[in-house]
């Protein structure tokens, strides 16, 4: 018995313990040789962009158990270049399944053999529709995220999608705004003629470029966009370009084998250090007419020795539709502007009360709601306190100090969501809201606020107002939360008055699940800034707590009104001042 104890110990010793690892995750590790790379010894992105397609389909499909097709892929913003004899490594998984697409997550980083130095190059986000090979679409069973990370993700997948789904809207919406029809072409002496840097270029789609189910690969379709686009950038400044970003985009429909692929671009306008190239890339067999397959924007700059970017040129658009494109560049550069600095920032870099208008509200929601669920997901919260059930919480991160309010409450969780998003009726209940004035309806789910505070003594008496979007969001799946986020944002039409010290809201909001049919388990979440921590600071010292006394009377309020119809916020519509601030 004994020596079979000794063995089975051995044996057991010797068997590695694995992490855990995402079912649907696959890795792809490959040398960089010469024959993928360009003139400068480089990997050619053109390469990178057909490996990071392969990989995240066969994550995709790995959790469909079915055949999958690229249908998007949002913006990618290239850190760092890669050499010849470095290693490439991808690794894909999907993030969240919904109910015909999934999205799935890619990281690509790079190391050094001879150094075992390694840098992230860059992460993208792609999106996949799952097809039967008889043609249709499946239904996809849920993904059941298992750590932190994957519950983060699994969360914010579904803020992506919305923000996803109405990004069309808003860039038609702010094209078609007179601010940017009425943009002059500025003329300079040694402005590039457009026409100069327009490519054209026919690919015969092989059965090498086509994937099982013979539709050629979503990834080929961007390496040969990405290969004209280069050249069209090269011909602006006579210098060989590097590719900084590529727009979010769309394939509007699938190209197979024996399609012949035409491939167009040209610079659309020259800004300071960058260029923006448009590339087309439309099908067709023999005498049909041409099918649009996808369209994309991408953002080049030219480096000197010291990698540092260069002046461009100025460019000539050609009239009417060179004219077209010129102005409708200078759009895109705003929303890529806004896009990059507010939503792939990491919310410590995220600067505090970003000016607000209509052309960034979606993705001032998205950072509002997203930087909630994170600190949501936070599962380092120490318990300070706790008063008949009412549990207060700390976490403190980097020089920064949170704190969360938790209790359950005898009412249903859309109820309590409709009651709590309303911020005009908080001040029913919360001592720490004086006056609330509803600034602005945006839509349905997001609001605009002035919130006036009581004054507190290293304020010099001052009573304290912030300007608040408040962005409401119900469940996607069942065992999600509902969430109200709140963040400060800027208003031109509100600036800080005589008599106020504006305060700012860091990050802030409730998240409500739903225990039971009448039963929701609310919990108060708040980063706290240097305006903030004086109202809770007694409290996490464990001084009073007075954190018992608000939440007792938000749950006075909410049983007095749980059987009133919800309302939603309302507001006059919006001044011709504040209409006039939007761009």
């Not at 500025?186 to 003629?193: F, G, L, M, R, Y």
């Not at 306190?385 to 859309?414: C, G, H, R, W």
């Not at 290293?458 to 065992?479: E, H, T, Y």
């Not at 007075?546 to 309020?557: D, K, L």
Request: with cysteine.
């Amino acid at each position: 018995n004994v020596s079979l104890q000794l063995a089975t110990l051995a044996l057991t010793s010797a068997v590695p313990i694995h992490e855990y690892r995402n079912p649907t995750e696959v890795k792809k590790s490959q040398i960089v040789m010469p024959c993928h790379a360009n003139h400068r010894q480089e990997l050619s992105v053109g390469e990178l962009l057909k490996w990071m397609d392969s990989t995240a389909c066969l994550s995709a499909e790995r959790h469909a158990g079915c055949p999958c097709v690229t249908a998007s892929v949002d913006d990618i913003h290239f850190e760092h270049t890669i050499g010849v004899g470095q290693v490439i490594n991808i690794k894909a998984k999907v993030n969240r399944a919904f109910n015909t697409s999934m999205e799935v997550g890619i990281v690509v980083s790079c190391e050094d053999l001879f150094s075992d130095s390694h840098w992230r190059v860059c992460q993208a986000v792609a999106t996949f529709v799952s097809q039967r090979t008889t043609g249709g679409k499946v239904q996809l069973r849920p993904l059941v995220p298992c750590t932190q990370a994957e519950q983060v993700e699994h969360s914010l997948a579904a803020e992506r999608r919305r923000m996803r789904l109405v990004h069309s809207d808003i860039m038609k919406d702010l094209l078609t705004n007179k601010a940017f029809q009425q943009v002059e072409v500025q003329e300079a002496e040694k402005a590039v003629p457009a026409e100069r840097t327009r490519v054209e270029s026919v690919e015969l789609v092989l059965p090498t470029h086509a994937n099982h189910q013979v539709n050629t690969f979503g990834g080929q379709i961007m390496a040969w966009m990405e290969n004209v686009a280069t050249i069209a950038a090269s011909r602006l400044c006579n210098a060989h370009p590097t590719l900084q970003s590529i727009d979010m985009f769309h394939f509007r429909g699938p190209s197979h084998v024996g399609d012949r692929l035409v491939l167009k671009a040209i610079v659309n306008n020259a800004f300071k250090n960058s260029m923006e190239v448009g590339v087309c890339a439309e099908a067709y067999q023999g005498e049909e007419p041409l099918r649009h397959i996808n369209s994309a924007f991408m953002t080049f700059e030219i480096r000197d020795r010291e990698g540092k970017p260069c002046m461009l040129p100025r460019i000539r658009p050609e009239p009417l539709e060179g004219r077209r494109r010129y102005q409708e560049a200078i759009a895109r550069n705003k929303i890529r502007l806004d896009r990059k600095y507010i939503i792939s920032c990491k919310q410590t870099e995220v600067p505090l009360s970003v000016p607000w208008d209509l052309s960034n509200q979606v993705y001032l929601s998205y950072n509002n709601v997203s930087a909630l669920k994170m600190l949501a997901a936070r599962n380092n919260w120490l318990l300070n306190s706790e008063k008949n059930k009412v549990s207060l919480y700390t976490l403190e991160e980097k020089q920064v100090l949170s704190f969360k309010v938790e209790t359950e409450v005898d009412i249903p969780a859309e109820r309590a969501f409709m009651l709590l998003s309303d911020l005009s009726k908080r001040v029913e209940w919360d001592p720490n809201y004086e006056r609330c004035e509803l600034i602005l309806r945006v839509d349905d789910d997001d609001f605009l606020y002035r919130v006036v505070t009581p004054s507190i003594a290293n304020q010099g008496g001052k009573v304290q107002d912030f300007i608040l979007l408040a962005s409401r969001r119900p469940p996607c799946d069942s065992g999600d939360p509902y969430v109200i986020a709140l963040r400060s944002v800027t208003l031109p039409t509100h600036p800080p008055t005589e008599g106020y010290n504006r305060g700012e809201v860091l990050c802030a909001g409730f998240s409500i699940l739903e225990v039971s049919k009448n039963i929701s388990k609310i919990s108060y979440f708040n980063q706290a800034s240097p305006e903030v921590l004086p109202y809770i600071s007694t409290d996490i010292a464990g001084l009073s707590s007075s954190f018992y006394g608000i939440f007792c009377a938000c749950n006075t309020f909410l049983q007095e009104n749980r059987g009133d119809h919800a309302s939603t916020p309302q507001s006059q519509p919006p001044s011709s001042t504040l209409k006039s601030t939007q761009l």
